[in-house]
């Protein structure tokens, strides 16, 4: 009898030794990074939209200060704003799995563009929330995955490295307000897959390489938008293509899947303002017949 009750003991040991060492393994695999200006009750909210309830994930504050030290020189102030509102929620996912953005309240920017932003910083598997109380642009948001991605691992992401994934997701938005952020984000991910050639080449013949690829998405850039990737290949130039190369292909599928998601979405819109026509068209019909008009 004795050796039933210490097995039993042994077994509800270990089971809560277990159920201690996921809630420990799910903390450290996961932040909050918080906006400093955001009152409790917009606070309340951002946490809704996570999905988790405060407290039950280490909370890291975000300041207007730490936001335009990265972004300054790389987004326009007005854009930076006075205050910090965008928040994050990050939880690291095992290697090979992708990322996973979703963005609530964020009009600038978009998932794919922040999926290929952070693919540049070195960040390929995780779970992503970007969220505010209210429309922002989202541009701050990268600094704030940045913070939480290196107080979970204790890894200091390359400095580098973080400034272009800046500029790339400043230049991708401002494309994507004239050809849309899938092109905009699918030319820009097919330049880092030459960055080996580009190396080699002039800005003339740069630019010809990217009127070719925006040709493949039947998309026609401007001068200025021509030269704003130059300007953002010269920068990539300087990291590991090879490395970026492996990212980007890495993250093929996942940009793939977001792309299906946004067809399949637009298309039920599609159909929806269809049978919207079609109602006010029958009773515009019925209205002519029985008189009304």
């Not at 995780?126 to 939480?148: D, Q």
Request: with cysteine; glycine share 6%.
């Amino acid at each position: 009898m004795k050796t039933v009750k210490r097995i039993v003991c042994l077994v509800l040991a270990c089971l809560l030794l277990s159920s201690l060492g996921t809630a420990a393994f799910a903390e450290n695999q996961s932040r909050a990074v918080i906006g400093a200006d955001l009152t409790a009750e917009e606070v309340s909210a951002v946490y809704a939209t996570f999905g988790i309830s405060r407290g039950s994930v280490i909370e890291l504050p975000m300041t207007n200060q730490e936001e335009r030290a990265a972004l300054e020189g790389y987004v326009d102030s007005a854009i930076i704003g006075t205050r910090s509102i965008s928040c994050v929620y990050v939880e690291l996912t095992e290697a090979g799995t992708g990322m996973d953005v979703t963005t609530s309240n964020i009009t600038w920017c978009t998932p794919e563009m922040y999926i290929s932003a952070l693919a540049t910083a070195g960040i390929t598997d995780a779970k992503i929330v970007v969220a505010a109380p209210f429309e922002v642009s989202g541009t701050a948001a990268l600094t704030g995955v940045y913070k939480a991605y290196e107080d979970m691992t204790g890894k200091k992401l390359d400095n580098l490295a973080k400034l272009v994934s800046t500029q790339e997701l400043t230049i991708t938005g401002t494309l994507a307000a004239e050809i849309g952020s899938m092109d905009s984000t699918a030319i820009v991910n097919d330049l880092k897959l030459m960055l080996d050639q580009t190396s080699q080449m002039t800005d003339d013949q740069i630019s010809e390489q990217i009127v070719q690829i925006a040709a493949r998405y039947d998309v026609t850039l401007t001068n200025s938008q021509i030269q704003q990737l130059i300007t953002l290949c010269r920068s990539m130039e300087q990291l590991d293509p090879e490395a970026l190369r492996a990212r980007v292909e890495e993250l093929q599928d996942t940009l793939k899947k977001v792309s299906e998601a946004k067809t399949q979405v637009v298309g039920f819109v599609q159909q929806v303002k269809k049978v919207v026509t079609s109602i006010k068209s029958f009773f515009e019909k019925i209205g002519d017949i029985i008189g009304l008009k």
